[in-house]
């Protein structure tokens, strides 16, 4: 797909997806410090956090309108994104944050003030190697003692069967010179012949056959920035563990949370070869092969302090909580990479209904009357279970929280009112977790509505009838009026009974 020379072989002719990604919030990192045992800055000092191809900046934006202490700069060299990315702060009334249209070389030689957090998301697999080589330049110059650097990228040997596959998709798309979209679908088409005449490699890869199948229902605009450019390049822990180095850069844990505990990262018969690594790069390259890990979300310090035991427990102490969900959603059963985990009820149970009725910090936790069974020990297994498996998430401090709403509040409103013309569910800013919590878009309406069950699903019916777009059902647009009105009014019951009381709880309704 050919690109402008200033893309460096990545695509440019296609807007990327405009997605949220709460493991880059700086509240998330400071967690998988804690998991880590690493001392990090306490989330009511004033810091710097650099995103690194931030696309069109919703991320970025969001976790500035959560973080009024933080100072945001969100980074793009393509200028349709950064211009995006500047009109949605403008128009969500977010300071903090700026946008900079600069390559990686460009942002080096730029006059800046030095960072605590740098994130990157969907940017290592995807660029090439000398701007992997500015990257950790940037870091080695700018990147304050103490601070901390998120990285997600594809990984090995998990997308080892799908590397040609990537690399065939793009030299199909060079069989159309058509526009974008139509080369991508060209490409697909391709492909797919290709493996219906029976190809020895799907064969002998089916994960490739398996992803060649997924990509019919997916994005075309994901499917542009994920196969399609001229770099794609899966990685091994070790070798980015490496590159890292290079920035005086040491590994910490991982921002996805169960991955962090060996218990429910690692099937037990495999468990007891982690013994036999020599170090924390080699754990992690046995439990790569051990799950196949297909892509990883690393976080790493630049010479942050190991935490001794009671700086640990202070810490842990100080950490707020939050549901991740509703109460009735939560649940105590899951899957995880080792299997299938089942959570005693009378551990884990406590701590949901004492979340339920207010975040609170560990300590407040451990003085509540739903955990009194609990000694700090079993309350750190149930809170830390509950988090790797999405019950809970950190919370910012209760102190400028008033502060945060006020900003919060500003960017959900001027989102909804986006959002209501586009038929999407969106991300709203939570002053309370300082990242996103998913919204869908029946309700975006209902939480324009009025308070009440009845009139709520008529207002969002009524919005519904007059708007460009239709609901979806299985995928499919919902063209009889009755079967829509009966999805709001279902929904509208479960948004007052679950739904409502949780955006409370949380700041995003009042």
Known sequence: MPDPSWADGYVVDIDYTQGY????APVALRFTALLGGVQATDADVAYTYYELGCGQGYSCALHAACN???RFY????NPTHVHGARRLARECGVENVEFLEKSFAELLEADLPEADIVALHGVHSWVSEENRRHIVEFLRRRLKSGGFVYVSYNCLPGLAQVQPLQRLLLEGAKLSGSAPADRIRASLDFVGRLEKSGADYFH??????LRLAQLGSMDPSYIAHEYFNANWTPAYHADVADEMAGSK???VGSATVVENFEQFSIRPELA???????DRTSAE???DYARNQMFRRDVFARGAPKANPAELEAMLGRARFCLARPRSLCTLTGKTPAGEISLQPETYGPVLDALARAPMTFDALARAPEAASLDRGRLRQAVFGHAALGNVWPALPAEGEVARRAATQRFNDAVLARRMAQSRSTFLASPVLGSGVPVSFIDQMLLAAPRDARKAAEYAFDTLMTAPHKLEKDGKPVDDPTVARSMIEARARDFFGELLPYYRLVGVAA
């Open 21 to 24: 990604y709460r493991e880059l």
């Open 272 to 278: 007891p070869l982690l013994a036999l690594a020599r």
């Open 285 to 287: 390259m046995i439990k």
């Open 68 to 70: 009024p202490r933080g």
């Open 204 to 209: 002998v890869n089916p994960l490739a056959k």
């Open 74 to 77: 969100g980074v793009d060299f």
């Open 249 to 251: 850069l040491s590994y």
